[in-house]
């Protein structure tokens, strides 16, 4: 309030002297009044990080997820393991005597997928590793045995697409970067279905495998045929592509039992420490409980959701009590699409304006370099501001874009919105495959982000003003 | 001869002058005359190199290697596979107009895996990705169903022994090189069976892993009884560990339908530029054929020996005679204790003084740095010289040791041993597992590899004198 009301007097003074701000000044500078509020928050900032880096608190959120990881499983929409885990994180922050601890109910896809294999059959007897795409129909019982149809691009199948009928699209694209290439897996078994093909099999999205097959959510379209559709590694996209290129026939066979159920009913799970002075104000932290089917979901997304909780476990470890309220919300279904975050903005958007900032770590929680930011040039600079709070571990930057699957709907309509950024160099390598374990997880890497999560969620929880939008 | 010579009237003058050279000096120190003569074959080295490197030849081993690999797969000791690569490489270096082309019998290993998996079944269920290890006794059909003991060294073991009484021992060891870690895949089951355990799963030889189970041999020792052995994934290692940390009990069912058959007949493959002088000296050249039954055996060892392969083709291609005899030798049976290599010593080690160098690639074709050498100081100094020949490729360093599983014999007995050395950093991620395939391979690394490889043999077999021992 206090700042609000300074910026307004500057600015009608200087409307006075006839010297308007320029529109860009006024949103990039901020007040010295707010650089000091900011700075006078130095001190617990090194107490949130002495205890998340340092203290008692050093490799908690590793320690809590491997416990969770190792106890649940990886956790699928629709599943039972998903089901236990939502409990035990239930039960978990109502031990930790968190507030407002509730689950709020969200219906999600539940496909599983069964058992699946894939023979190359010919020219030479090879078992191919394969993982069903979330969403795939399965191969008639007794499988699809059909010839390949190697392409290295959605270009390459139009061109070819009179080859297609009939046969398995097998898709050797090169990998460059997941944003781009994930249209591949998206996508592939659509467009080869537009061709006649039987069924689709994918290069798995990443730069790097030891014969890991990498699984993921695809999309059928109304009116084109749904075929089987699965991913494959690197090796054996690069190998049937290196046989095709010889000229000799390929024959695979590929059986999926994957089954869609009805949507199940699954929970997004909430915990708070009350606003002491703005309860209706809400800075919102999170990460997804939901994996695949595969692994731990250890990277994807434990290690953000296990961030998140520790960020309002060492607020209450310090005794804080932030201005406004500072929620976690584990969401559910976000690897079918962002269900649970979907249904969430639905049910809170009427709030929105008290929706101060929304934050999401869903892209590792490996060594940090800053935050990602979306939001208004003057709200920018507060960020900027208070990532300065961070020198002591140097992690200050600010990136562009700070959205995500789980907090995209708020952005869009305005709300400020924050991504943890790290080290992806090997992020992919992991994701939504076999490898995706608590093994790839590194608790001095976990402080660190977890040390950033808290100190800027709660700097933003306390000040006296929200964000400007 | 003309060198020797020269040495032998230099030594005597020394000696009359009463100024007898050191026993170091003389070793270390190479006559100008061999520099003169090594420098003479500058021309020849710049050769090999553009024509391997740049030239007709470019990729050539690398594209040799992936029609092989491609087209035979992985080739066991004992397999039909197996088989169907020495018969492929047989035909293809007939065709090729090398001379000499013989197999040489061996009788080698066969063992099978068979069908095999392993179930957690408590407190979770989750199933844990093996590689039954080499030479390993099946569980009884039905399984062995036991409680897990989980160490993280043999001193855990053997002070734990009470406990191992009855369980499946599962090791955690760390990996610190694969020298020394390699120990627990090799007597892992011997030491576990020693303290009464009925079955042990081994953490993978390596530093990094996509949930990837690594295999290899392992050796049972008489009076101990065999109990079933397979590599797990570190992944699985560390999440039992830490499970078990925490007073956890953890029930495995184990499968493994691997089984021993009677040894099977292979060969040794073998082809030749024959020497325009000394014909009956022999420089030998080598890799192995065979390879596990995982991936595609492309890193191991099909790289080694195909610039092997291809030192002979690079030779031929540019008309060059050597005066001693260049030798391939593509081993069998080596992943079995290098059964092929002793066979093959045996037979021709009545000829020893006639082996001027045996050379062998066991270790990766990734980007070469040099060569390991074994022999006397002498002989280091004339590879240091004709390692001068590499210097356009920069590839110039001479190490320590060059011996290796399929050399070792010869280079016991003090004939000079060479191993080519490369970037090993990632080899041991691949090394036993479904992740060898050629998208390891890089063409261009191997081109370097195979002009290192050229270079050095056809150099020694063409000069003037054998190395000195």
């Keep these: 309030m206090k700042c609000l009301f300074l910026i307004a007097i500057i600015q009608l003074l200087l409307q006075c002297t006839g010297k308007p701000l320029s529109g860009d000044d006024s949103y990039q500078k901020i007040s010295e009044d707010v650089k000091r509020e900011i700075a006078g928050y130095s001190d617990i900032a090194k107490a949130i990080i002495n205890l998340a880096v340092y203290g008692n608190a050093k490799n908690r959120s590793y320690e809590r997820l491997a416990l969770f990881a190792d106890t649940v499983g990886p956790r699928l929409s629709g599943s039972k393991n998903l089901d236990v885990a939502i409990e035990y994180m239930f039960s978990a922050l109502q031990e930790e005597g968190l507030e407002n601890v509730h689950l709020e109910p969200v219906k ?82 659509v467009e080869a279905a537009k061709a006649g093909a039987v069924a689709s099999l994918i290069r798995s999205i990443t730069s790097f495998s030891i014969n890991s097959p990498h699984t993921g959510w695809q999309y059928y379209q109304s009116n084109v045929p749904k075929i089987p559709t699965a991913c494959i590694s690197i090796e054996d996209a690069e190998m049937m592509a ?75 470890d310090l005794g804080l009590c932030p201005k406004r309220t500072l929620r976690l919300v584990l969401w559910t279904g976000e690897e079918q699409g962002g269900v649970g975050a979907e249904q969430y903005y639905q049910l809170h958007k009427g709030n929105i304006s008290n929706f101060d900032i929304v934050m999401e770590s869903d892209e590792g929680t490996f060594m940090p370099t800053g935050l990602g930011f979306t939001g208004s040039d003057k709200a920018r600079g507060i960020m900027k501001e208070i990532m300065q709070l961070l020198q002591p571990i140097n992690v200050t930057n600010i990136y562009e874009s700070g959205g995500g699957t789980d907090i995209d709907y708020w952005v869009k309509d305005g709300v400020p919105g924050a991504s943890l ?9 992991f994701h939504h495959s076999q490898g995706d374990t608590m093994t790839v997880q590194d608790p001095s890497q976990m402080n660190l982000c977890a040390a950033v999560w808290t100190v800027v969620s709660y700097v933003i929880a306390d000040m006296e003003e929200m964000l400007p939008r």
């Design 242 to 316: 290196r046989i095709s290129s010889q000229g000799t026939k390929i024959i695979v066979k590929l059986k999926m039992g994957a089954k869609t159920y009805p949507d199940a009913y699954s929970f997004n799970t909430v915990a708070e420490i009350v606003g002491s002075k703005y309860p209706d104000q809400v800075v919102l932290v999170s990460g997804h409980l939901d994996s695949w089917d595969v692994g731990q979901g250890a990277m994807d997304d434990g290690g953000g959701a296990f961030i998140s909780w520790e960020a309002l476990s060492l607020i209450k």
């Design 108 to 189: 999600v896809p539940h496909w599983e997928r069964g058992e699946e294999f894939a023979l190359m059959l010919a020219p030479r007897s090879h078992s191919i590793s394969i993982l069903g795409l979330g969403s795939s129909v399965p191969t008639p019982p007794e499988g699809i045995t059909a010839e390949v149809l190697v392409v290295s691009s959605f270009d390459e199948l139009y061109k070819r697409a009179e080859e297609a009928k009939g046969k398995i699209v097998v898709y050797n694209q090169p990998y460059t970067s997941y944003g781009e290439t994930v249209q591949y897996r998206a996508q592939g078994a």
């Design 421 to 429: 950024r790290d080290d992806l160099s090997k992020y992919f390598w």
